[in-house]
C-alpha cells in the first residue's frame, strides 16, 4: 500500500473546474495585481481569525519580513524565538538586518518553553534592552503557551509577531483579567499573524501565497504600506518596503478553500485520534513511541475548539541507539511518506552558526532533531492507510 506524507490530488480534482472558472475571470478581468479577489480573501480571513485587518502577502516568509519591518526592525535589534522551526522564521529576522535569540523548546509541545523565554527577557532587561520583538511559532499546527507568553510579552513591553504559518484556525485558552478562559485563534493574539499558503499547510494555494493579521488598524495600513514598497501615494516613498503583494490568481483558488478548511481541520483531528487508538491497540505508546500530546486532548475535547490542527502529526521514538533515522528508512521501503521537521536545529545550521550562534546548546530542541518523525495526517487519509503505517511500525520493532 502506497501512504504519501501529504496527498494534494483530491483537493486539486475536487475543486479543479471552480478553480478554472476562478482563475479564467481573472485573467479576462485583466486585473492581475491585487484587486477584488484578494480584498475578498482578506476579509474573508480576518473573520476567520476574529481580527479587523488582514493584508495579503506573497508568502509566509514575507509575511514575517514585512511586519518586522512595519515594526521598524533592523540593523542592531534582536529577536526572541525558538531554535527549533522551520529556517525562514529567523531567515526574515536576519534578512532585515536583526539577530534572533533563542529560547529552548518545552520538552512536550516543541513550541518555545516560557520559562527559559522569561530568562532571555529577563537578562536582556538587565542589559541593553536589544530584544525589539518575540515570535512564538505555533508549530506543527499547536499554539505556542499564550497564556504564559502574552503578559511576559506586556510586562517586558515587546510586541509579539505570531509565527501561524503552520496553524491556521488553531485555537488556544488564555484567561482574561477576571480568570475566565477565552479561546483564542492563532494571529489574533499579537500585533500581526503570519500565515502561510504554501501548499504543504492546511490551507495551501497553488503556488506562493501569504497573509499577515492584525487586529490594530493603523498597523495594518503600516504593513499595506510595506507591501507596496512603501509608497504612500503611489511614488512617493517614505519607507523602503518591498513588492510583497498576493497574486490574485492565488487568491482565487484560496476563496474557494477556505470554506471547506474547518472540514479538514475535523478530518486532521480525526486522523489523530484514530492513531492514538491504534497505537494504543498496538501496544506501542510509551516505549517506543510517544504520541504528540496534544491528540489527547483533541480526543477529550472533540471539536468544539481546534485546540490543535495538526498540520503535521509528529511522533517521537527516543531510544538510546537512535533507530529514528531507521524507522524512517523502513517506512519509506515500504511506501510510506514520512518527514523529519527539522534535523538540524537553527543555531547548528551553517550559515547562522558562523556568526557566534554554534557553541550554543539548547538540548530540548536537539533532541526532538534527533527523534521526531512526522507522519503522513492529510485529511483524505483513510482508515486502511493509517492502520497500515501503525502495523508497519509494529513490524519494524518486532523484526
Ligand atoms: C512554511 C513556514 C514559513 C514560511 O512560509 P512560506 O510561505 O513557505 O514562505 C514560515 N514559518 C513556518 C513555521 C513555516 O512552517
Known amino acids: ?226 507591501r507596496n514598497h512603501g509608497a504612500r501615494p503611489k511614488y512617493y516613498h517614505a519607507h523602503i518596503g518591498g513588492n510583497f503583494r498576493l497574486d490574485p490568481i492565488q487568491a482565487a483558488v484560496l476563496n474557494i478553500k477556505l470554506p471547506h478548511l474547518a472540514d479538514w481541520h475535523k478530518q486532521r483531528r480525526k486522523n489523530a485520534v484514530l492513531y492514538a487508538d491504534l497505537f494504543h491497540h498496538a501496544g506501542l505508546i510509551d516505549n517506543p513511541v510517544i504520541l504528540p500530546t496534544a491528540v489527547y486532548e483533541a480526543e477529550a475535547k472533540g471539536t468544539e475548539h481546534d485546540f490543535h490542527v495538526f498540520n503535521q502529526f509528529v511522533i517521537r521514538v527516543p531510544e538510546p541507539d537512535n533507530r529514528r533515522d531507521a524507522l524512517r528508512t523502513f517506512l519509506q521501503k515500504n511506501e510510506i511518506g514520512c518527514e523529519v521537521y527539522y534535523p538540524l536545529c537553527l543555531h547548528q545550521q551553517e550559515c547562522i552558526a558562523a556568526h557566534g550562534y554554534g557553541y550554543l546548546s539548547f538540548p530540548v530542541a536537539e533532541q526532538a532533531a534527533a527523534d521526531s518523525l512526522a507522519l503522513p495526517i492529510y485529511p483524505e487519509l483513510n482508515r486502511e492507510q493509517q492502520e497500515y503505517v501503525v502495523e508497519t511500525i509494529a513490524r519494524f520493532y518486532t523484526s
Request: charged share 20%; with cysteine.
Open 1 to 226: 500500500m502506497n501512504v504519501p506524507l501529504l496527498d494534494l490530488q483530491p483537493q486539486a480534482a475536487l475543486f479543479r473546474s471552480e478553480i478554472l472558472q476562478s482563475m479564467g475571470e481573472v485573467i479576462d478581468s485583466t486585473r492581475y495585481i491585487l484587486g477584488s479577489r484578494v480584498t475578498q480573501l482578506e476579509e474573508a480571513v480576518a473573520d476567520y481569525c476574529s481580527v479587523s485587518s488582514a493584508v495579503g502577502v506573497s508568502s509566509g516568509t514575507d509575511a514575517l519580513i514585512v511586519s518586522l519591518m512595519s515594526l521598524g526592525i533592523g540593523a542592531g535589534d534582536l529577536v526572541l524565538t525558538t531554535p527549533y522551526t522551520f529556517f525562514a522564521t529567523i531567515g526574515s529576522i536576519i534578512r532585515v538586518g536583526a539577530m534572533p535569540v533563542f529560547a529552548d523548546v518545552d520538552p512536550h509541545s516543541l513550541n518555545i518553553d516560557s520559562n527559559r523565554m522569561k530568562e532571555v527577557l529577563e537578562d536582556d532587561a538587565q542589559g541593553e534592552r536589544r530584544i525589539k520583538a518575540i515570535i512564538p511559532v505555533h508549530l506543527y499546527g499547536q499554539c505556542a503557551d499564550m497564556a504564559k507568553i502574552l503578559p511576559l510579552a506586556e510586562e517586558y513591553g515587546i510586541p509579539i509577531i505570531e509565527d501561524a504559518a503552520q496553524a491556521i484556525g488553531a485555537e488556544c485558552p488564555v484567561p482574561d483579567s477576571d480568570g475566565t478562559v477565552q479561546w483564542h485563534r492563532a494571529g489574533s493574539m499579537g500585533i500581526a499573524g503570519c500565515f502561510s499558503f504554501f501548499p504543504s499547510k492546511n490551507l495551501g494555494c497553488m503556488g506562493d501565497g501569504g497573509m499577515v493579521t492584525s487586529d490594530d488598524g493603523d498597523f495594518a495600513d503600516t504593513l499595506r504600506c510595506y
